[in-house]
């Protein structure tokens, strides 16, 4: 069974800092990018970083580049120091695994579904950050 287990959220303020952690079982991490999404209420889901293991690719969103690091150990974890956190961060962030690098998966130009791309979602972890 493939397990995708976040932590690390919680409530900052702004310009404070957070660590999410993402515990992957089930699946060999070098297989897959693995990455964060997050949604805040009433906004649509936004790609926020992936890291790729296997082709060293690693993407961040516009929003948090120079503020996000994402990063992993050499076994199961996936990281993602978040810094200067603004309120606009604050969301839902999920940890998710796509079996392939592909930029557009994480600009939200790809539809996985439409395309029968098997991923997996941990449960997410509430990031809040108050002003």
């Known amino acids: 069974e493939v397990q995708l287990v976040e932590s690390g959220g919680g409530l900052v303020q702004t310009g404070g800092s957070l660590r999410l952690s993402c515990t992957v079982s089930?699946?060999?991490?070098?297989?897959?990018?693995i990455g964060w999404f997050r949604q805040a209420p009433g906004k649509e889901r936004e790609g926020v970083s992936c890291?790729?293991?296997?082709?060293?690719?690693i993407y961040y969103a516009d929003s948090v580049e120079g503020r996000f690091t994402i990063s992993s150990n050499n076994r199961n974890t996936v990281y993602l120091q978040m810094n200067d956190l603004k309120a606009e961060d604050t969301a839902v962030y999920y940890c998710?695994?796509?079996?392939?690098?592909?930029?557009?998966?994480?600009?939200?130009?790809?539809?996985?579904?439409?395309?029968?791309?098997?991923?997996?979602w941990g449960q997410g972890t509430q990031v809040t950050v108050s002003s």
């Open positions: 089930g699946l060999t991490i070098e297989d897959y990018a």
């Open positions: 890291i790729s293991k296997t082709t060293g690719y």
């Open positions: 998710v695994a796509v079996p392939f690098y592909l930029k557009e998966v994480w600009e939200m130009e790809y539809d996985m579904s439409r395309a029968g791309v098997r991923d997996y």
